[in-house]
Nanobody
Framework: QVQLVESGGGLVQAGGSLRLSCAASGNIFSINSMGWYRQVPGKQRELVTF???????NYADSVTGRFTIFRDNAKNMVYLQMNSLKPEDTAVYYC???????????WGQGTQVTVSS
């Protein structure tokens, strides 16, 4: 089992910045990659970014150049630095972990990010 706990959401004006944090615990050695998804009411959850155990990263086109994912393996933490935020970035952000063993996907409880215009 893997447990994920997010923090760092909040309200920010357009153009501002926020940093989300995700603390992983439990069977962390089974984790292949970690990432962030987001969801707005009435829409499907969408991938924002992920980082592999080797450090490779991938970003959605909508956040490339503005968001950065990085991890601190010593602390079992993953972070999402969000700059130049836009109102369309408003969503609940979920930390995600993909693991080598069933159930292969774990989710945090979500943290609200609201960007005002």
């Amino acid at each position: 089992q893997v447990q994920l706990v997010e923090s760092g959401g909040g309200l920010v004006q357009a153009g501002g910045s926020l940093r989300l944090s995700c603390a992983a615990s439990g069977n962390i050695f089974s984790i292949n990659s970690m990432g962030w998804y987001r969801q707005v009411p009435g829409k499907q959850r969408e991938l924002v970014t992920f980082i592999t155990s080797g450090g490779s990263t991938n970003y959605a086109d909508s956040v490339t150049g503005r968001f950065t994912i990085f991890r601190d393996n010593a602390k079992n933490m993953v972070y999402l630095q969000m700059n130049s935020l836009k109102p369309e970035d408003t969503a609940v952000y979920y930390c995600h972990a993909n693991t080598q063993t069933w159930p292969y996907d774990y989710w945090g409880q979500g943290t609200q990010v609201t960007v005002s215009s």
